[in-house]
């Protein structure tokens, strides 16, 4: 080792030992820069968000345009916005297994003996994916308007759709994140993940009208948020009536959140 | 530095009975600790025996059920926040990013405890050349070797000087080299005024870094004191000879006690004469009497007591003023603390 002299280290200090906000956002903010450098490292990480919009639009598009909708391009109206609600379950699934594999080594109990917010650890994982979920709704669009996807009202509600799916997303992030906290492994987290997940998406309104279903699996998909955000998204798009599921759409979100979100922090902060 | 810290602390560490129960498990069962500022103290023990939890109820990772800790005068309990602004913790397996670079993971640590952003890339550059991982600095640290990852562990934990640092199992899983340069690191914080609390299952790491120990055993404390009281405990080095003839094991100890070197007992299974040693004179008195005596020697070496040893000698003194009939008592003279520490590694 060398016999390097240390410089002082200036480091503002607090009696109270309260984190200010300022200071918060810089914790947030370095966090974040980790885990944008943790996909840079391992770029495969971004494949969900990169080939999922495009597999599943292709996939869709051409197995079930004909048969559901009669025409692809009648499909393309249907299914696209259905799939921008989609789009953050997806993403939200690996954050889970992702937080889960992080506590396996001794990264997490350094930043929870360190003098930042532990919620900090958990928004900078929400700002990421955040991130990868605008990702993969560009794509997604982009991939759509090749398709020959017709935005029949205007930019501002295409992205009205955007952000609502977005804000879904991030209540499905949290809830990944207290799935990621609570269970054991990180392959019991995608276990669960899946078993949640395929029920929500196909016993939705994502991919096929409601109409043809029986009646109980009606009954489930009218409750089922994932309906409200795809109907919502679709009216934003073909135009129709709006305002009833994007405020369903909207507290579900809160609701999600508010409920998930401190549980989330809770279990980050006792888990050992 | 903070107001509300009691001002002249002279333990930077202090515990006063804490417990912490897992179910039926007592990984912390009272324990009593007190390390003054700028010293180190060693915390010896078995797997198992709660050293791991005691740094964890300190580094407010852990609440503790019962009693209660300060660390440089803040109350883990009621003031983490600030406490957390005074450690540095080092675990046994490294906690850093693997997918960062070692660069990368100084200054993301710099930034969380609040350097500019020039501070921390300062701050990382230099805690880079002094462990020696500027060559590294720009390469994933899931490359680097375990002892590099150890040093940039050790690097991570000095951003913020630390007044107070924990290194749990410091060198375990490290090869001799490697040990040995985390120990220079380790005296140089020292050196620099840092308190450091050290865990290991080493009896020679303790007695290379530590002026103090304490001795923990199923979360209770069963020892403590200076490195030479626990040696005055143990006893020091033992001489362990290997002769050329096995058989002649009974008549070699016969020879040294006629030479005056006591205490020597044979191990035929093992093939080995081992010697307690009181002074380097000894040694050669040793030699001597086994040269007299025309027996060939095939190896010698010096021993410091393992932790086994240090076991069997504190336990086995103990004995006489513990309850006897309490069987969880870890004085339990009837059981060899070679097989008490196995069961705990199981």
Known sequence: MSAITLSPVERPDDAEGRIGLRANLRHIGALARRNLMQIKADPESMFDALLMPIIFTLLFVYVFGGAVSGSQHEYIQYMIPGLMAMMGMNIAMSVGSGINSDF?????????????????VLVAKVVVEMGRMMVATTILLAMAFVLGLDVRTTPLHLLAAVALALAFGASLVWTSMLLGLAVNSPQAVQGIGMLVLMPLQFGSSIFAPTSTMPGWLESFTKINPLSNLADACRNLVNGGPVAHSVWITLAWSIGITAVTAPLAVMRFRKKT | MAMNRIADTTNA???????????ETKALDGVDLAVPQGTVMGVLGPNGAGKTTLVRVLSTLIRPDAGSAFVAGYDVLRQPRQLRRVIGLTGQYASVDEALSGRENLYMIGRLLDLSRRAARLRADELLERFSLTEAAGRAAKGYSGGMRRRLDLAASMIGAPRVLYLDEPTTGLDPRTRNEVWDEVQRMVGDGTTVLLTTQYMEEAENLAESVTVIDR???????????????????????????VAELPSMAQALDEYGVHGATADQAAGLLSVPIADDGQLTSVVRALGAGGFGIAHMDTHLPSLDEVFLAVTGQRAGGTDPTDPTDPADPTDPAGTKIEEFAA
């Open chain 2, 13 to 23: 560490v202090e515990v006063h009975g804490v417990v912490k129960h897992y179910g």
């Open chain 2, 219 to 245: 979360g209770r404390v069963i020892a403590g004191g200076s490195i030479a009281e626990l040696k005055a405990k143990v006893g020091g080095r033992t001489l362990h000879v290997r002769p050329v003839v």
């Open chain 1, 104 to 120: 396996k080594t001794g990264v997490m109990d350094r930043f929870r003996t360190m003098p930042i917010a532990r919620s900090s």
